[in-house]
């Protein structure tokens, strides 16, 4: 069974550009073998991030991420069974935020930033659609 998964998070300490390359990195090794696809935002301290795959996988990974010190207030933004992946082409997709216009963050929320904190996880992944279609994430596997 498939499920979707989204979760937002602080990062502690913010990363630098070469942590956030080590992580995508990471992910991407280890995602295939799990049967995990998905998508990064990572902007000013905030993760955003869609998994797919198998329950128990998603799970697993969605625990390690949550006991992991480098995240905090992390929250689980949305959860579903899913008949398909809609991040099937991305072991582990990332947000490119130098082609993130900001209206589009201004379409999802109050202001032009990334705050998932603020908005539902419907509207973030909405936001995540969106992004997928203006080819802002890359990282394609």
């Given at each position: ?46 993760f955003l991030q869609v998994l797919e795959g ?10 390690a991420v949550a006991a992991d010190p480098r ?37 999802y929320s109050e202001r032009p930033v990334l ?27």
């Open positions: 069974m498939l499920v979707r998964l989204m979760y937002v998070s602080r990062a502690v300490p913010a990363l630098d550009p070469e942590e956030l390359g080590a992580i995508l990195r990471q992910s991407r090794a280890h995602n295939p073998a799990m049967g995990i696809t998905g998508a990064l935002c990572y902007s000013e301290g905030i198998g329950r128990g996988a998603v799970n697993r990974l969605y625990c995240h905090t207030d992390v929250e689980l933004l949305s959860y579903e069974e899913t008949a398909e992946r809609r991040f099937a082409g991305w072991a582990m997709g990332q947000v490119n935020m130098s082609r993130l216009n900001p209206a589009v963050l201004l379409k705050d998932p904190y603020a908005v539902s996880g419907a509207v973030s992944m909405a936001l995540f659609e969106e992004l997928m279609a203006t080819a802002s994430i890359v990282g394609q596997s």
